[in-house]
């Protein structure tokens, strides 16, 4: 069966400081894999999506950038860290068509101070 | 553009039944997916349609009308444990099959 793992669960880093985030999936090949932000009460922000090793889409503009160096490896990561960069952060992963939907790692709490 | 409409909020009591709706305007649909988010938690998939009716899985059922572009989510005999969050969302092959989230509705169960 196919597994999710993402990690930390939880971070607090000052603002200015580096940020890695990083999720992998076991048993499957050629995920599709994304990376979601979603605010406190808000909905969920699609940040980051990859079909492919190297192959990134940025969704919006910010200071975050991803990277996905191995088939079923995806890093999210940042220079400088923001306040406004606080959030849950979600990794995701999906066959892509068909009646599969995306199946979500367990979320880092980030918490920018 | 494409958007996706649910209620922000809805209140209802152990043991009955709910109707959670959801309006989309998207091009290429390609599938209706609902998913339960427990506060602190990530989501978790419910049901997917894709062709107009029904579909039912224990205690939730899922409706879907393409032609007027709205889907509902049913609860039936609703436990406490029913309290969450429940995103709308809707895969679109204009957006290379990705797909578009709702705002999602919080689901709160009084005793």
């Known amino acids: 069966s196919q597994t999710i793992h993402q990690w930390p669960a939880t971070l607090v880093q000052p603002v200015g400081s580096p940020l890695s985030l990083e999720c992998t999936v076991e048993g499957t090949s050629n995920p599709n894999l994304y990376w979601y932000r979603q605010a406190a009460g808000r909905g969920l922000q699609l940040l980051f999506y990859s079909v492919g090793i190297g192959q990134i889409s940025s969704e919006v503009p910010q200071n975050l950038s991803a990277s996905r160096p191995q088939d079923r490896q995806f890093i999210l990561s940042s220079k400088k860290l923001l306040l406004s960069d606080s959030g849950f952060y979600l990794c995701?992963?999906?066959?892509?068509?068909?009646?599969?939907?995306?199946?979500f790692g367990s979320g880092t709490r980030l918490t920018v101070v | 553009g494409q958007n996706i409409d649910q209620p922000t909020e809805m209140t209802a009591t152990e043991g009955a039944i709910v109707q959670i709706n959801c309006t989309y305007q998207t091009s290429g649909f390609n599938g209706l997916f609902w998913y339960q988010q427990h506060a602190g938690e990530a989501p978790t998939f419910l049901s997917y349609?894709?062709l107009d009716g029904l579909e039912e899985k224990g205690r939730f059922s899922s409706f879907l009308s393409r032609s007027k572009g709205y889907s509902y989510l049913l609860l039936k005999e609703l436990q406490m444990k029913d309290s969450a969050s429940y995103l709308c969302a809707v895969r679109s092959t204009d957006s290379n099959y990705q797909l578009i989230w709702g705002a999602g509705t919080k689901l709160i169960i009084k005793p």
């Open positions: 995701a992963w999906s066959r892509g068509t068909g009646s599969y939907g995306y199946t």
């Open positions: 349609n894709v």
